[in-house]
């Protein structure tokens, strides 16, 4: 059973000019001289934590973390203004020719995953592999179950407290009804849809180790700006046609590639995981009995690993 690398910390780290508001934070440790891989974090709200650099062998990677527009450490932070996924992937082309780097192996989950498959589909020849995890194709029913008619049924309490905290008239359309009041005037109301909105990805994310807070619970300017980025994208079906990354694989069809998916995963059912290896053939896909949603628990982590270690070994 692998397990996570020792804690490291970056040797070089630097904020990316993007000829627009917008300085991404970028951070490489690891080996200077090792094969190049980056890391794409999900969300389109969240942002890099020092355990990413975990899944790879440090004295084999030279590893590249980059907190996306408006995210982590990138500034401004909530920034919505040039902040689309077309932006993210000129982002790491930026990166990518900043460092000097031929190829690299892109490696993310769930809306990184999402993002690793795009870059590629646009990048090929500047991809050696994907490791992805968590797969998340955009498409409309991949919205509408985790916003419209799916894991609602799974968690209907947790889900009622999310359509309660939106007006009734605005429930038939839930992102867009949760748009409405995030930015509106009612400042109470806009915390507390963040608040069940932040619970409510939570609870599908987590499932049994879920742990619900109170209505006390302080909800900060930060916590709403990470909501409202996530609807920014959600609303706009992520700046992708649907569909897009199903009908593109065959632009990934020399790409060494490894699908990663956790049989419990609400938030992405593992359907998606089943027709990307169907439209990518060639790939290795692993399904976890075990696992869910995060990239935690020591099924997933000796996946995670155990795939990474591979494409160092090649």
């Given at each position: 059973m692998k397990t996570l690398y020792p804690e490291i910390t970056p040797y070089h780290t630097f904020f990316l000019e993007t000829g627009s508001k917008h300085a991404v934070y970028v951070e490489q440790s690891g080996n200077p001289e090792g094969f190049p891989v980056i890391f794409l974090h999900g969300g389109p709200c969240s942002g890099t934590k020092p355990d990413h650099r975990r899944f790879f062998n440090p004295e084999r990677y030279r590893i590249i973390l980059f907190d996306q527009r408006g995210c982590g450490l990138s500034l401004p932070f909530g920034e919505l203004e040039h902040n689309t996924t077309q932006d993210l992937i000129d982002d790491m082309e930026r990166i990518?020719?900043?460092?000097?780097?031929?190829?690299?192996?892109?490696?993310?989950?769930?809306?990184?995953?999402?993002?690793?498959?795009?870059?590629?589909?646009?990048?090929?020849?500047?991809?050696?592999?994907?490791?992805?995890?968590?797969?998340?194709?955009?498409?409309?029913?991949?919205?509408?179950?985790?916003?419209?008619d799916g894991a609602g049924r799974i968690y209907p309490e947790q889900w009622q407290r999310l359509l309660e905290s939106i007006p009734e008239q605005g429930r038939h359309n839930l992102v867009q009804g949760l748009c409405d009041v995030l930015w509106g005037q009612d400042e109470v109301a806009t915390r507390r849809a963040a608040r069940e909105w932040i619970a409510w990805g939570g609870q599908v994310a987590?499932?049994?180790?879920?742990?619900?807070?109170?209505?006390?619970?302080?909800?900060?300017?930060?916590?709403?700006?990470q909501v409202r980025m996530e609807l920014h994208y959600a609303r706009s079906?992520?700046?992708?046609?649907?569909?897009?990354?199903?009908?593109?694989?065959?632009?990934?069809?020399?790409?060494?590639?490894?699908?990663?998916?956790?049989r419990q995963d609400l938030v992405c059912p593992?359907?998606?995981?089943?027709?990307?290896h169907q439209a990518l053939p060639h790939?290795?896909?692993?399904?976890?009995?075990?696992?869910?949603?995060?990239?935690?628990?020591?099924?997933?982590?000796?996946?995670?690993?155990?795939?990474?270690?591979r494409f160092a070994e090649k």
């Open positions: 990518r020719q900043l460092l000097q780097i031929e190829q690299w192996l892109v490696f993310g989950g769930s809306w990184g995953a999402a993002l690793a498959l795009l870059y590629g589909q646009q990048h090929q020849i500047r991809v050696s592999g994907l490791i992805i995890r968590a797969v998340f194709l955009v498409r409309q029913q991949d919205l509408d179950w985790f916003a419209k987590l499932g049994n180790d879920y742990q619900a807070g109170t209505q006390s619970d302080h909800v900060t300017e930060k916590m709403v700006k079906h992520y700046f992708i046609e649907e569909n897009r990354i199903l009908e593109n694989c065959a632009t990934l069809s020399n790409i060494p590639t490894i699908i990663i998916h956790g593992v359907e998606a995981g089943m027709k990307l790939a290795d896909y692993i399904v976890l009995p075990n696992a869910g949603h995060i990239a935690q628990g020591e099924e997933m982590i000796d996946a995670l690993v155990a795939a990474t270690d």
